[in-house]
């Protein structure tokens, strides 16, 4: 197994989630099998009882868990089914350290942080990595097909039982060098790194590079290499964000600060027009050779007849899409990804995975005919509050080639009684117009009675206008109880969570839910 890790320096948010994802999506164009896992360094067990405020929207995966918003990004970026163990977090490797000392597990050691806690994170990555998550067996891409000749499609044929385990796992630390909760896991990985081998361990590292009267500052860099060399890491891999494309006497500056091999080891980042031009970011400036270099995945002879860094070809047409250049997709550019391109399709296997994904990112440039869709919701104020709800709708103008225009309505506004709060009334009015100019309307969940009244004036509204309405756990409650009010004329319709004494509760607690504790009650997953 390789590990390969990704830290953040200088301040959080960054995109480390989208970083890695885009990481994990190139080393699956070169034929190799990966995994991720998320280290949050917070003491909650889990994101399920975070405010959407603070933290963004909570991902439930398939075995229910509630899990930080990255492991969505994984999701979607590598077609992978991850579990509650990918998501690693204070809170959950302290409960695990003091169940088995309350059970004696220690033998009357007294417990510490190093070396329990640290042996303990360091067990958890390796039994997590080894953990299949294509149990399908056929959601990547194989170089060859079974008779040894280019598959150009996914083997889709593939046995149900065909678990196969990955060959490379990536691991995200959340927040940044330097926090106080951070350092028992950079801990960990430093003795992590001499228990795997040189050759099986990556450190990468993500940070910002502002620009201040013209110039690209580095100093912000060095100070984050630094605080991370301090604990006993060094990053082979620098990404640098920037809103520009790296200079390069700004990439000698930092290689030559911060230790890494020569220039080409400190990578642009820079804005793009969307995130999927990301993966094609990093082909472009040879990562995956990096990584092959540093990992030595040319001599792991199960690899052989699978790996393939030159993508049959496909790494050196990468140097014409220019994406250096700001990303924008020229008609040369088009024409090279057109579909019909036989040069294009006679490739196969790993190499086509690349190409459909280069169409996918460069297409979506090309989009002018927009749909507006409104989100009603309680969290606005974030939108990572509802980031797995923008990526569906984005997913599905995609699907029909459509601009996606989002606008945000706060529920409250949509209230009567909103309206007659002082300097209301403009809010007031300005919400039910975005309303009105809607092709269609999205209502996602949240908890709590604030604002339900105007979700509830969302749906009598589209049901009234003959709007497409999605509603979306409260959202699809809403409708419920909006029908029943003004359709079945019971005025007093509610749920039981906001109105226990509703003689019409058209939504009711399930048997599970526990009313006193919030965390692990709910039932999800599929």
Known sequence: MKYIVVTGGVVSGLGKGVTISSMGRMLQGCGLRVTSIKIDPYLNVDAGTMSPFEHGETYVLNDGGET????????????????????????????????????????????????????????????????????????????????????????????????????????????????????VFLEALRQFQFRVGPSNFCLTFVSLVPIMGEEQKTKPTQHGVRDLRSVGLSPTVIFCRCKEVLEESTKNKIASFCHVDGPSCVLSVHDVNNVYHVPLLLLEQKLHRILAEKLQLSSIPKLEGRLDLTMNGLEEKATMWNLCEGSVANEKVLAMLASGQEDLDTLGGISRSMIDWARMAFKLDGFHVSVKIVIVGKYTGLQDSYLSVIKSLKHASMAVERKLDLIWVEAGHLENDFEGDSGGEEEYKAAWEKMKSADGVVVPGGFGTRGFNGKVAAAKFCRENSVPYLGICLGFQAMVVEYSRNMLGWEDANSTEFDEETKNPVVIFMPEIDKENMGGTMRLGS
């Open 68 to 183: 930080d918003l990255d492991l969505g990004n994984y999701e979607r970026f590598l077609s992978i089914s991850l579990t509650s163990d990918h998501n690693i977090t204070t809170g959950k490797v302290y409960r695990k350290v003091i169940g088995k000392e309350r059970r004696g597990d220690y033998l009357g050691k007294t417990v510490q942080v190093v070396p329990h806690i640290t042996n303990e994170i360091q067990d958890w990555i390796e039994e997590v990595a080894y953990v299949p998550v294509d149990d399908q067996g056929n959601r990547h891409w194989d170089a060859v097909d079974e008779n040894g000749v280019n598959a150009a499609t996914p083997s889709s044929s593939a046995d149900e039982k065909d678990v196969r385990v990955a060959d490379v796992c990536l691991i995200e630390v959340g927040g940044t060098v330097g926090d106080i909760e951070s350092s």
